[in-house]
């Protein structure tokens, strides 16, 4: 049994939008060196340097991914327990960590626009007390967001292994529920929460493994039974879950700028998280984490970002693809000048 990886969206409460933007700060913050020795010696002092080489990581930050998918928990126990605290103290001393596996997901995200469909339909099986599902069936029809990294599978039986029930027995769960989330997603969206299929990196290759972003917004559409103790939830990623994203850091900026020029650092002081005053980083105000978010905002330009990058490698795979028949008209005169000269 696993801990609820979701929490209800609070637009009016001042301690919801203060962590989902201090969590949006953490992850702008850019690099620093000292970071990887501060996650190495949080996974020392929380005996969980077994989970992870001290020298596996700091030359090797593209193996995020394959840390994650890793058999011996490393992402239960360091990643994700982590985060669902929602301590902001205790996250950013993962932070080093965190910030590798986004960038990875961005990159394989970006990588699949060119191949996966508008829709997509994932997976995730997991067992719940009875009081833990009882808090999820309040949300039916509300909106929540998701404290950790999702493991999803595409294959429907696997997600049904992984919640621990038995489809063709008659013997119930005691106190417990069998929940499989039904996710629908629209993929071509404006993912600043990126999401990716990483079967290609992970360990256990049969999974058909989707990773999802940690603080990616979903609708509860329906709770349906199967069985006995057996539930279905169909969780929605559309457009109007995208806008909610995009309003959660927008009322979150206004309500702690608060008409001021209150800038990142400052912000970070107030959240306890030690920030070096000297970066010109840190001296931005706290309104510079709204400039990603600007030409979503803006109609006359591109309507989403995803679009935005869409193009972009659009773009440069076209200019690929005109300099390689370049290369063969240039090869093919070659060649029959060549000819020609044999003739002679």
């Not at 803006?298 to 490698?313: A, E, R, T, Y």
């Amino acid at each position: 049994m696993t801990e609820n990886p979701f929490r209800i969206i609070e637009l009016d409460e001042q301690n919801f939008l203060h962590d989902c933007l201090a969590l949006k700060t953490l992850c702008a913050i850019p690099n620093r060196d000292s970071e990887h020795d501060e996650f190495i010696q949080f996974c020392q002092e929380n005996d969980f340097l077994q989970y992870i080489s001290e020298f596996e990581f700091p030359h090797r930050p593209d193996v995020a991914i394959q840390l994650y998918t890793r058999s011996s928990g490393f992402s239960s126990k360091i990643i994700n327990s982590t985060c669902r605290t929602q301590d902001l103290l205790l996250i950013s001393k993962i932070r080093y960590y965190l910030k590798h596996l986004h960038e990875e997901l961005t990159r394989l995200y970006i990588d699949s626009l060119f191949w996966i469909p508008k829709f997509i339909t994932v997976y995730r099986g997991q067992r719940f007390s009875m009081e833990e599902f009882q808090k999820l069936v309040q949300c039916h029809e509300k909106t929540i967001l998701t404290t950790q990294y999702l493991s999803t599978t595409s294959i429907y039986d696997i997600a049904v292994a992984f919640a621990g029930y038995d489809i063709h027995s008659n013997e119930s769960l005691k106190d417990e529920v069998a929940v499989i989330f039904k996710i629908s997603i629209r993929t071509k969206n404006s993912h600043l929460k990126p999401f990716a299929y990483i079967q290609e990196y992970s360990h256990i290759i049969d999974e058909k493994e989707m990773l999802i972003s940690m603080g990616t917004v979903f609708s509860i559409v329906d709770i349906c039974q199967r069985g006995e103790n057996f539930y279905e939830i169909l969780l929605r990623h559309d457009q109007a879950e995208k806008e909610i994203e995009q309003k959660i850091l927008n009322k979150a900026i206004e309500t702690f700028s608060n008409g001021t020029t209150i800038t990142i650092g400052d912000f970070l002081i107030s959240a306890n998280i030690h920030s070096p005053l000297d970066d010109d980083f840190y001296r931005q105000p706290l309104t510079s984490l709204l400039e990603e978010y600007s030409q979503c905002q803006s109609g006359n330009i591109i309507d989403s970002v995803s679009d935005q990058i869409l193009l972009l490698f659009t773009t440069e795979k076209v200019q690929e693809y005109q300099n390689t028949i370049k290369i063969k008209q240039l090869s093919t005169e070659s060649f029959k000048h060549f000819q020609r000269t044999l003739s002679f």
